[in-house]
C-alpha cells in the first residue's frame, strides 16, 4: 500500500494525460479492452455527462472533481452490493 500511496503522490498532470488507462488496467481486467464493441457506450455516456453537469452546477465542481466524486460514488455504490451478496 505505501508503493501504490507513493506513485499516486508521484504522479502529475503531464504523466496522467500519457498514461493510457484502459490499456493499463485491462492488463488486469481484460474487459475494459473488449467492451468498447459490445456496449452502447453513447447511451451510458450519455446519462454519465448529466450527472458530471449536475455535480459541477450543484455543487460548484470543476470538470475533474465531479468526476472523481462521480467515481468514488459508483465505487462505493460496486462496493456496498458485493459486500451484501457476500452476506
Known amino acids: ?3 501504490i500511496e ?6 502529475n ?7 493510457n488507462w484502459t490499456t493499463a488496467w485491462s492488463k488486469k481486467y481484460p474487459i475494459l479492452a473488449t467492451y468498447q464493441t459490445e456496449v452502447d457506450i453513447p447511451k451510458y455516456s450519455n446519462q454519465l455527462r448529466k450527472l458530471l453537469e449536475d455535480l459541477k452546477q450543484e455543487y460548484h465542481y470543476h470538470e475533474l472533481d465531479a468526476m ?5 460514488i459508483l465505487y462505493h455504490e460496486w462496493k456496498d452490493k458485493k459486500e451484501v ?3
Do not use: F, G, P, R
Open 6 to 11: 507513493e506513485m499516486i503522490q508521484n504522479v
Open 13 to 19: 498532470e503531464k504523466n496522467v494525460d500519457q498514461v
Open 1 to 3: 500500500m505505501k508503493t
Open 68 to 72: 472523481l466524486v462521480l467515481k468514488d
Open 85 to 87: 451478496v457476500k452476506k
